[in-house]
Nanobody, 124 residues
Framework: QVQLVESGGGSVQAGGSLRLSCAAS????????MGWFRQAPGKEREFVAA????????RYADSVKGRFTISRDNAKNTVYLQMSSLKPEDTAVYYC?????????????????WGQGTQVTVSS
């Protein structure tokens, strides 16, 4: 089993920045590709970003490309999501997810492990 715990959410004004962290415990973190997803009220959970288990391959949703950066530190068993130039439409609960494969995926069902989520609120 892998346990995932997100942190770093909060409230910020439009144009601001936040960095989310997801700490993993349990099995070998370096053998898990990781992803970030988000879910706004009344909407389905959607893909945000993903990173390979080595960290050398990343993917982003078009809506966040150029503003968000996913990274990982395998020595600290942690994946990060640096969010900049935040917009009100980025408001959502953000979830990290893990899968025991080399590459990340944009698909929710591809991930086996999920954190509990952290709220991000961007005001205009």
């Amino acid at each position: 089993q892998v346990q995932l715990v997100e942190s770093g959410g909060g409230s910020v004004q439009a144009g601001g920045s936040l960095r989310l962290s997801c700490a993993a415990s349990g099995r070998t973190f370096s053998r898990f590709a990781m992803g970030w997803f988000r879910q706004a009220p009344g909407k389905e959970r959607e893909f945000v970003a993903a990173i390979s288990w080595s960290g050398d391959s990343t993917r982003y949703a078009d809506s966040v490309k150029g503003r968000f950066t996913i990274s990982r530190d395998n020595a600290k068993n942690t994946v990060y999501l640096q969010m900049s130039s935040l917009k009100p439409e980025d408001t959502a609960v953000y979830y990290c997810a893990g899968r025991n494969m080399p590459l990340g995926s944009t698909t929710l069902s591809a991930y086996n492990y999920w954190g509990q989520g952290t709220q991000v609120t961007v005001s205009s």
